[in-house]
C-alpha cells in the first residue's frame, strides 16, 4: 500500500526557517511526480510546488517562489520542502501528495495526513 | 493560470438524494484533464476522478464525472453518509490551482 509520512511541522516565528519531510512507502519513489499542496486551516487547497522523479524540474507557485525549495532523496524516498522567511499566511497544513506519473501532466492519487505549520510570533 | 470556479458554494441534501456538483475553468481545459477529489474533516484529500471520467481505484459507482472544455460536473447519484465532505475539481494540465470546493452538507 501507498504509504506518505509527513514530519517536521511545528511553530516558528516569522522570518524563520523550517524544513519538512515525507517518507514514502509502497511504490518506487523515483518514478513519479510529487508535490506539496497546503491547506489554511478551514479553507481550500493551495498547490505549492512540484519536483519530477529525477529532480531535473521543479516548479512553484508565485507566493513561495524564491522562498521554498523542493528536493528529493531517491535512495531514502524522501521528499523535502525547505521553508524560508516565512509569513504569517503561510501557516497551514501542508500535504505531501504522489503525483500520477513521472512528468506532466498528472493528478495526485494518493496524500499524506499532513503536517501543520504555523507562523507566529 | 485556469481560474476555477466550483458552484455551489454549499449543497444541502438528504441521503439517497442526488447531488450535481459544477466545475467552470476561466479557459478551456486540455484533453479533458480534470481531476475531482473528496475531503472530509480531519482527513487528506482523496482522489476520485481523473480525466474528468474516469473513476479512481475503489471509488463507488454512484460517484460520475463529465464534461469537457470549459464546463465540468461530478454527480452523486445515491448520497450516501459517508459521502457528506468537501470537493474540489482540479486541472492538471499546465495548471495546479484547485477550485474553492463545494460542502455537501445533510439537511
Known amino acids: 500500500d501507498v504509504q506518505l509520512l509527513e514530519s517536521g511541522g511545528g511553530l516558528v516565528q516569522p522570518g524563520g526557517s523550517l524544513r519538512l519531510s515525507c517518507a514514502a512507502s509502497?511504490?518506487?519513489?523515483?518514478?513519479?511526480?510529487m508535490s506539496w499542496v497546503r491547506q489554511d486551516p478551514g479553507k481550500g487547497l493551495d498547490w505549492v510546488s512540484a519536483?519530477?522523479?529525477?529532480?531535473?524540474?521543479?516548479y512553484y507557485a508565485d507566493s513561495v517562489k524564491g522562498r521554498f525549495t523542493i528536493s528529493r532523496d531517491n535512495s531514502k524516498n524522501t521528499l523535502y520542502l525547505q521553508m524560508s522567511s516565512l509569513r504569517a499566511e503561510d501557516t497551514a497544513v501542508y500535504y505531501c501528495?504522489?503525483?500520477?506519473?513521472?512528468?506532466?501532466?498528472?493528478?495526485?492519487?494518493?496524500w499524506g495526513q499532513g503536517a501543520l505549520v504555523t507562523v507566529s510570533s | 493560470e485556469i481560474v476555477l470556479t466550483q458552484s455551489p458554494d454549499a449543497l444541502s441534501l438528504s441521503p439517497g438524494e442526488r447531488a450535481t456538483l459544477s466545475c467552470r475553468a476561466s479557459?478551456?481545459?486540455?484533453?479533458?484533464?480534470l481531476a475531482w477529489y473528496q475531503q472530509k474533516p480531519g482527513q487528506a484529500p482523496r482522489l476520485l476522478i481523473y480525466?474528468?471520467?474516469s473513476r479512481a481505484t475503489g471509488i463507488p459507482d454512484r460517484f460520475s464525472g463529465s464534461g469537457s472544455g470549459t464546463d465540468f460536473t461530478l454527480t452523486i447519484s445515491r448520497l450516501e453518509r459517508e459521502d457528506f465532505a468537501v470537493y474540489y475539481c482540479?486541472?492538471?494540465?499546465?495548471?495546479?490551482?484547485f477550485g474553492q470546493g463545494t460542502k455537501v452538507e445533510i439537511k
Open positions: 501528495a504522489k503525483g500520477s506519473r513521472a512528468g506532466t501532466p498528472y493528478y495526485f492519487d494518493f
Open positions: 479557459q478551456s481545459i486540455s484533453s479533458r484533464y
Open positions: 482540479q486541472p492538471y494540465g499546465d495548471s495546479r490551482g
Open positions: 519536483i519530477d522523479g529525477s529532480s531535473s524540474s521543479t
Open positions: 509502497g511504490f518506487t519513489f523515483s518514478n513519479y511526480v
Open positions: 480525466g474528468a471520467s
